[in-house]
T-cell receptor, first 112, second 115 residues
Framework: GENVEQHPSTLSVQEGDSAVIKCTYSDSASNYFPWYKQELGKRPQLIIDIRSNVGEKKDQRIAVTLNKTAKHFSLHITETQPEDSAVYFCAATYSGTYKYIFGTGTRLKVLA | DAGVTQSPTHLIKTRGQQVTLRCSPKSGHDTVSWYQQALGQGPQFIFQYYEEEERQRGNFPDRFSGHQFPNYSSELNVNALLLGDSALYLC??????????????FGAGTRLSVL
C-alpha cells in the first residue's frame, strides 16, 4: 500500500550546522513531494516542495532533492538557527488527488 | 485574506459521545480534506469533499462522516467516540482546478480528547 518512511525521528544539531531529513515513498505514481514544518500547537506550514520532473530545488537555506529511481527525497537545511526547531513532515501525492501520504515526522532541535 | 479556520480549537468528550468539528476553507478554495494526527505521528487522510460530495476516503470506519456546505465550509462528524480517536484533527483546503498542483493549505486544527 501507500507508505512514506521518514528518518530520523529526532535530530539535534548545533546552531550553524546542517540538517538532513530523508524520506522514502512506495507509490511510483507519486509526483509531488511537499515538506511541512509544524511548530508546537501550530498548523503545518509548507516550507518547500518538489515535483517529479525536477531533481533539486532550493530556497535560501532550504533545499530538497529527489531521486525518482530510488524513490527517495530529502530535506536539507543549512546554517541552522534556533527558530528552525520544529517537527518536519514529508509527504507524497500524485496529480489528480489531494490525498497526501505523510511521513511520521522528524523533531529537529537546533542547539544554541 | 483569511486562511483556513477551524473550530473549536479544543474539545473534550467521553467515550460513546458524538462530536462535530468545523472548517472554513481559505478564500477562493472549493475542496476540503480532513486529516487525523495522533500524538507523535504524521497526519492520516480521512476524506475529501468537493461540490458537497465525498470525493475520496482513507482507511477510516464509517463512524467518521462529513459534510460540505454550498459555501464550501465543511464538518467532520465522529460517532461512538473511542479513546483512540483522541488526536489533532486538521482541515486542509485547495482549489480543484489546480489539482495538478496538489497544493493544500492547513488549518491550525482541533485537538480532541476522549476520556
Amino acid at each position: 500500500g501507500e507508505n512514506v518512511e521518514q528518518h530520523p525521528s529526532t535530530l539535534s544539531v548545533q546552531e550553524g550546522d546542517s540538517a538532513v531529513i530523508k524520506c522514502t515513498y512506495s507509490d511510483s505514481a507519486s509526483n509531488y513531494f511537499p515538506w511541512y514544518k509544524q511548530e508546537l500547537g501550530k498548523r503545518p506550514q509548507l516550507i518547500i516542495d518538489i515535483r517529479s520532473n525536477v531533481g533539486e530545488k532550493k530556497d535560501q537555506r532550504i533545499a530538497v532533492t529527489l531521486n525518482k529511481t530510488a524513490k527517495h527525497f530529502s530535506l536539507h537545511i543549512t546554517e541552522t538557527q534556533p527558530e528552525d526547531s520544529a517537527v518536519y513532515f514529508c509527504a507524497a501525492t500524485y496529480s489528480g488527488t489531494y490525498k497526501y501520504i505523510f511521513g511520521t515526522g522528524t523533531r529537529l532541535k537546533v542547539l544554541a | 485574506d483569511a486562511g483556513v479556520t477551524q473550530s473549536p480549537t479544543h474539545l473534550i468528550k467521553t467515550r460513546g459521545q458524538q462530536v462535530t468539528l468545523r472548517c472554513s476553507p481559505k478564500s477562493g478554495h472549493d475542496t476540503v480534506s480532513w486529516y487525523q494526527q495522533a500524538l507523535g505521528q504524521g497526519p492520516q487522510f480521512i476524506f475529501q469533499y468537493y461540490e458537497e460530495e465525498e470525493r475520496q476516503r482513507g482507511n477510516f470506519p464509517d463512524r467518521f462522516s462529513g459534510h460540505q456546505f454550498p459555501n464550501y465550509s465543511s464538518e467532520l462528524n465522529v460517532n461512538a467516540l473511542l479513546l483512540g480517536d483522541s488526536a489533532l484533527y486538521l482541515c486542509a483546503s485547495s482549489l480543484l482546478v489546480s489539482l495538478a498542483k496538489n497544493i493544500q493549505y492547513f488549518g491550525a486544527g482541533t485537538r480532541l480528547s476522549v476520556l
